[in-house]
């Protein structure tokens, strides 16, 4: 993956994240996000948070049907 592309995923999952821990606040504060998991066509995308930092994991994704 170019250096590139992994901005653009890393600057989408940023916001998208950030996105998902409001709406999860607003349904209920007690409640954090601590886990994203969005899975696409070709790829899966996993993102974990911590206080410091986060991680984005990025994978090529088949369905079992489609592995020979």
């Known amino acids: 993956m170019t250096q590139e592309t992994a901005e653009q995923y890393s ?3 940023m ?8 709406v999860v606040r607003d349904l209920n504060p007690k ?8 899975r696409a066509k ?8 911590d206080v410091q930092f986060i991680v ?3 994978q090529r994704w088949t369905s079992a049907g489609e592995r020979t």
């Open 56 to 58: 984005i994991v990025i």
């Open 11 to 13: 600057e989408a999952m």
């Open 42 to 49: 070709k790829h899966e995308i996993m993102v974990a948070f």
């Open 31 to 38: 409640n954090e996000l601590k886990y994203l998991r969005v």
């Open 15 to 22: 916001s998208l994240s950030s996105q998902a821990r409001s």
